[in-house]
Structure formats: C-alpha cells, structure tokens
C-alpha cells in the first residue's frame, strides 16, 4: 500500500524565492497535516485538514505561510518569499478522521522534505 | 495545556541491553489517546501504538512493550534485547479529544544509540 508520498525529498533555495512542498495523503484518509520539525522547536503542527477544509492553522507562522488542499489526494504548503529561518525538515501526515477532528487514529507520516533556505 | 516530556534527552546502550522511555503528560481532557513514534536516522516517522485513556492494559509487540500508568500519567516504552537496528529518535505523542486540542502534542524525542 502507498504510504503518504511527500515532494521534492530536498529543496535548496536561495532567499527570497518561492517554495512549494506537495503531499499526497494514503487514498481514504479524510484529515491532513502539515509539520515542520527543526532542531530547536521539535516537531511542530502547522496546519491540519479535514475532508480538504483548513481546521486550525494557529501553527502557521507567518502570512508568508500557505496551505491548500483542493481535493481529497492533494495539498501544497507554499512560502513565499522564502527566509534561512524557514529551513527546516516539512513533513505532511494523513490519518482517517472522526467527527471531523482527526480522532484517535494515528498519523502516518511522509519522508519528509528537507528544506534549505540560503 | 497539554504537554508531553520526555526527559532524557540521550541514552546509549550496548546491543542485547533492555532500554526504557520515559513519557509524561499533561492533559485536563478525561478521553484522550497517546502514541509513540520512531525517527531512524534515514528520517521517516513510524507510527508504532496508540492507546486510549480508558485501556490500560500493557502491551507487548515482540521485544516491545508499552506501560500505560493513568495514575502517574506516564506512558513509558521498554525495548528488550536491544538491537543497533533500534538506534533511533523516538517521539511519544498525545491527542486530546475534539477541537484544536485534537491535534498531535510531541515530546522534544528520545535519542536511543544502540551500540554493538
């Protein structure tokens, strides 16, 4: 079974450039989840979806910070202009939902996409 | 608030040793669920158990085990006969129950080294 499918696996950019990372949840899964993991903060929610509707987006940082989802097998986290502040490891999570609140399954991750901001 | 933490930071074993993770939380919800990860150094998230605050029974998958303790709020992970493939970053993880507080709070991780 395809697990979720995260791209590009590496990203280096100069500053100021726009980055977009893509996600493709496991077929079925209704909720959706951006995460950046950077050694000083750990493992951090940034935005979650459920059934392609944003829920909560209080982890995104800034309004250089967006997130789509426009159907059920897709989404984007996009910054734009991009900072060295922003480098970091972005991983994308899907889970079955329930009631609309991601419930109590479990979160299967991507690889991940290791960005690089220069 | 919820909060998870684990607080040893490293530990380092040698191949064949028993290891355990310490996990606490914090919650004020009555229902919530628990979870722990392993990141091995290729990077990817593993999901590894959940467990539900009204089950408090222990688990064992192969060498290992888990000892949910809803008394001391702890949810501690026991590795038996450890093995360099174990060498990991693990995560324990708490979720709430509906609203915001339905999202995932992780622990900073545990760096386990296996060493042969």
């Known amino acids: 079974d395809a697990g979720v499918i995260q791209s590009p696996r590496h990203e280096v950019t100069e500053m100021g450039q726009e980055v977009t990372l893509r996600c493709k949840p496991i077929?079925?899964?209704?909720?959706l989840f951006w995460y950046r993991q950077t050694m000083m903060r750990g493992l951090e929610l940034l935005i979650y979806?459920?059934?392609?509707?944003?829920?909560?987006d209080s982890g995104m940082p800034e309004d250089r910070f967006s997130a789509k989802m426009p159907n059920a097998s897709f989404s984007t986290l996009k910054i734009q202009p991009s900072e060295p502040r922003d480098s970091a490891v972005y991983f994308c999570?899907?889970?079955?939902?329930?009631?609309?609140?991601?419930?109590?399954?479990?979160?299967?991750f991507g690889d991940g996409t290791r960005l690089s901001i220069l | 608030a919820q909060k998870v933490t684990q607080a040893q930071t490293e530990i380092s074993v040698v191949e064949k040793e028993d290891v355990t993770l310490d996990c606490v939380y914090e919650?004020?919800?009555?229902?919530?669920?628990l979870f722990w990860y392993k990141q091995p150094p290729s990077g990817e998230l593993v999901f590894l158990i959940r467990?539900?605050?009204?089950?408090?029974q222990n688990e064992i998958s192969g060498r290992y085990s888990w000892n949910f303790q809803k008394s001391t709020s702890s949810f501690n992970f026991t590795i038996t006969a450890s093995q360099v493939v174990d060498s990991a970053v693990y995560f324990c993880?708490?979720?709430?129950?509906?609203?915001?507080?339905?999202?995932?709070?992780f622990g900073k991780g545990t760096k386990l080294s296996v060493k042969p």
């Open positions: 467990r539900n605050s009204f089950d408090e």
């Open positions: 979806f459920n059934n392609n509707v944003p829920i909560d």
């Open positions: 999570a899907s889970s079955l939902g329930e009631g609309g609140q991601g419930g109590n399954q479990p979160q299967h």
């Open positions: 077929s079925g899964h209704n909720s």
């Open positions: 993880a708490l979720k709430g129950y509906g609203g915001s507080q339905g999202n995932l709070i």
């Open positions: 919650t004020r919800d009555t229902t919530y669920y």
